[in-house]
């Protein structure tokens, strides 16, 4: 069965750059949930989306952005990276009309600023 | 294959029933995780275990680790409507390197 496909996988990048991590929800689900892990912590929750609009807004930096396309992808973009955004990215996708079903996790983005 | 096992998938009680989630592993758990999500919000932590055999408690929510670490359950006393919503665990297992994981999710539905 498919599953939550985030990409990359891993991801090295410097002070001050800019990355974008992708996040390929189940087919048919329609809301897309964003969270941070830092090490040693437990995720922390940034953003979400339900049919392309943002549905809620947690504890996201002003430097990061995210959006849901038509196909339902959802991408975060990350600015001027700080050593401290070094963590995991979970990307988490449901479906508003079968909640039922449960919440799948992707195996997310390990994110290194250097 | 699923890293945590939840179960029940979902619950339908009557508002002043007790129920029981579990999360099962076959891998020790190093820090284990209890978030309840209503739709469309983040998840909001509940609580968190390490110990072999730690208990805790918030109101008439109650948590457990069993002793090999492997299997935690989440305890409502007297079910709420207020209770309603998707119960996740979520934990670290540390095999291959630090991941967390999380369960599938239980919805819970209390009908007053």
């Known amino acids: 069965a498919a599953g939550v496909i985030q990409s990359p996988r891993h991801l090295i990048k410097e002070k001050r750059e800019t990355a974008t991590l992708k996040c390929y929800p189940i087919p048919r689900h329609d809301t897309v949930y964003w969270y941070q892990q830092g090490p040693g912590q437990d995720p922390q929750f940034l953003i979400s989306f339900y049919e392309k609009m943002q549905s809620d807004k947690g504890s996201i930096p002003d430097r990061f952005s995210a959006q849901q396309f038509s196909d339902y992808h959802s991408e975060l973009n990350m600015s001027s990276l700080e050593l401290g955004d070094s963590a995991l990215y979970f990307c988490a996708s449901s479906s508003y009309k079968s909640t039922r079903n449960g919440y799948t996790f992707g195996s997310g983005t390990r994110l290194t600023v250097v | 294959s699923q890293e945590l096992e939840q179960s029940p998938q979902s619950l339908i009680v009557q508002e002043g029933k007790n129920l029981t989630i579990n999360c099962t592993s076959s891998?020790?758990?190093?820090?284990l995780y209890w978030y309840k999500q209503k739709y469309g919000e983040g998840l909001i932590f509940l609580m968190m275990l390490q110990k072999g055999g730690e208990e805790k408690s918030h109101e008439k929510i109650t948590a457990k680790l069993d002793e090999k670490k492997q299997q935690s359950s989440l305890h409502i006393t007297a079910s709420q409507p207020s209770h309603a919503g998707i119960y996740l665990c979520g934990a670290d297992i540390r095999n291959t390197g630090n991941q967390f994981y999380f369960g599938t999710g239980t919805s819970l539905t209390v009908i007053p």
């Open positions: 891998k020790t758990l190093y820090g």
